[in-house]
């Protein structure tokens, strides 16, 4: 079974910057997508980031040119940097990963870290 473990998370004042990290462990293959989504009160839970097995990588525009997704496929692990933050990123951001297993998708997810940016 697929477990996918994040770290990262915290406090800090707009402008300043945060690297989570999402470690996948129990899988004997490089996971093909791996990605970070967020969920602030009120509001649906939203794509941030993705990146495939190959590196073709997904922003969404809210935070393009502020956070950068990336992975190490040895590790099956999956950053994302976050740069020049505001109190809008405030959100618990979820690590997600979705392989293909021949015949369907599954997807996995990780517990969530807080982020929270002050103004």
């Known amino acids: 079974q697929v477990q996918l473990v994040e770290s990262g998370g915290g406090l800090v004042q707009a402008g300043g910057s945060l690297r989570l990290s999402c470690a996948a462990s129990?899988?004997?293959?490089?996971?093909?997508?791996m990605g970070w989504y967020r969920h602030a009160p009120g509001k649906q839970r939203e794509l941030v980031a993705t990146i495939t097995s190959g590196g073709s990588r997904n922003y969404a525009n809210s935070v393009k040119g502020r956070f950068t997704i990336s992975r190490d496929n040895a590790k099956n692990t999956v950053y994302l940097q976050m740069n020049s933050l505001k109190p809008e990123d405030t959100a618990v951001y979820y690590c997600n990963a979705c392989h293909w297993y021949g015949t369907s998708w599954t997807d996995y997810w990780g517990q969530g870290t807080q982020v929270t940016v002050s103004s």
């Open positions: 129990g899988s004997r293959f490089t996971l093909d997508i």
